[in-house]
Structures are given as structure tokens and as C-alpha cells.
């Protein structure tokens, strides 16, 4: 099983500022990388496949990049909607797998 | 746009059974995998079982090993509905399950999400 380790687990930012999250695997998935917002009481969203593709109406100031185990979120300039918890999973291989989160919350 | 309606949650003693659904409109159902995803309370998401779409060559399932022989994942492509047949619960079961469509492109990766149904393993 490929473990997603996502660090930090907490992220205390204000608005405007510059959210860098870290997704490390325990083995290579290539590519197969996404990102997922969640906000209380809300389903995740989809906001990244394949490391560093955005998905369908999702700002640019989300950046995805990275390779192989080491992968990073970028939220270029933070606005009050992007506090939320951020979640990384593998498509690469069975069984699929999650991170466990960053909680990217108002400093 | 993209309907996932999910139903069939609920409280449910240990041993017990339940199926959840999840109808699917506005979308081309039988093409695309599909997947359950479950959240325990205050906790990050947990892959739980995908299936796989008329597109690929021969139905197959995937299961999480902490529910593999205990959960069954189908689909009735005819009526636009995938289910989570969930047997012999357990505590640690108890969890909001999503169902969740496959991305174009990207089988496991999940562009759509049901509401979410909680299910609850108590005595």
C-alpha cells in the first residue's frame, strides 16, 4: 500500500498570503497525483489530477507540481474561500490512498 | 450538471446490514467508474471500493482490505444506480460514504460527489 504523508498538518496563513502543502509518498505514483478541498460540512472538491492539471473551473492560483514522491500544493495568494482542509490521493496503484490532510486555517 | 443522490444510511447495530445507493443523472452512468469514499467523524477520507465502467474491458471491483468480504460494490447501469451492499458492520465502520465519479481520463480520480450518507454502528 503507497502511504501519502502530507505535512504540515496544520497551516496558519492569513489572506493574501502563500499556502505551500507537501504530499510525500512512500513509493513512486509517477504522476498520479490529485488534490482534493473539503470544507466543513461540505463534499470534497476535486482540484488537481495528475499533479499539476486543474480541474474544471478551479482558479489559477491553485498550482500543482512535483514527481515520483514528492508532491506540492500551491495556493499562490490565499483568499477567505481556500481556508478548508486539503487532501492529496494515488490513483497509481490498489488500493488507492489519501493523505491525511492539511487544515489550511485563518492565522 | 453532474447529480449524484445518494440514500440508505443510517443506524444500524453491529452485525448488521445495509445498502446504500447512489442514482446518478445527467451524465453518462454506465461509462464511467464509479467509487465509495468514506469520512469517520472528524476524520480524513478513506478509499473504500470502486467498480469499473462498460468502457473497460470486463466488469471489475476493487476493495479496501479492511472491507474486502464484507462489502460489495454493483451497479445497474439500466437505472443509473450504483450501491455499496455493506455487511457484518463493525464500530470502526461507522462513517459518512459518498459515492464518486470517476474523472474522464483519470478513472480514480473523483470530479463529482454525492452528498454523503452517514452511516452509524451502535448497539
Known amino acids: 500500500e503507497i502511504v501519502l504523508t502530507q505535512s504540515p498538518a496544520t497551516l496558519s496563513l492569513s489572506p493574501g498570503e502563500r499556502a505551500t502543502l507537501s504530499c510525500r509518498a512512500s513509493q513512486s505514483v509517477g504522476s498520479y497525483l490529485a488534490w482534493y478541498q473539503q470544507k466543513p460540512g461540505q463534499t470534497p472538491r476535486l482540484l488537481i489530477y495528475d499533479t499539476s492539471n486543474r480541474a474544471t473551473g478551479i482558479p489559477a492560483r491553485f498550482r500543482g507540481s512535483g514527481s515520483e514522491t514528492d508532491f506540492t500544493l500551491t495556493i499562490s495568494s490565499l483568499e477567505p474561500e481556500d481556508f478548508a482542509v486539503y487532501y492529496c490521493q494515488q490513483s497509481r496503484s490498489w488500493p488507492l490512498t489519501f493523505g491525511g490532510g492539511t487544515e489550511v486555517e485563518i492565522k | 450538471e453532474v447529480q449524484l443522490l445518494q440514500s440508505g444510511g443510517g443506524l444500524v447495530q453491529p452485525g448488521g446490514s445495509l445498502r446504500l445507493s447512489c442514482e446518478a443523472s445527467?451524465?453518462?452512468?454506465?461509462?464511467?467508474?464509479m467509487t465509495w469514499v468514506r469520512q469517520a467523524p472528524g476524520k480524513g477520507l478513506e478509499w473504500v471500493s470502486s467498480?469499473?465502467?462498460?468502457?473497460?474491458?470486463?466488469?471489475?471491483?476493487y476493495y479496501a482490505d479492511s472491507v474486502k468480504g464484507r462489502f460489495t460494490i454493483s451497479r445497474d447501469n439500466s437505472k443509473n444506480i450504483l450501491y455499496l451492499q455493506i455487511n457484518s458492520l463493525r464500530a470502526e465502520d461507522t462513517a459518512v460514504y459518498y459515492c464518486?465519479?470517476?474523472?474522464?481520463?483519470?478513472?480514480?480520480?473523483?470530479?463529482?460527489w454525492g452528498q454523503g450518507v452517514l452511516v452509524t454502528v451502535s448497539s
Open positions: 445527467e451524465f453518462a452512468f454506465p461509462t464511467y467508474a
Open positions: 464518486a465519479r470517476g474523472s474522464r481520463g483519470a478513472n480514480y480520480v473523483f470530479d463529482s
Open positions: 467498480i469499473t465502467s462498460i468502457s473497460d474491458s470486463g466488469l471489475r471491483t
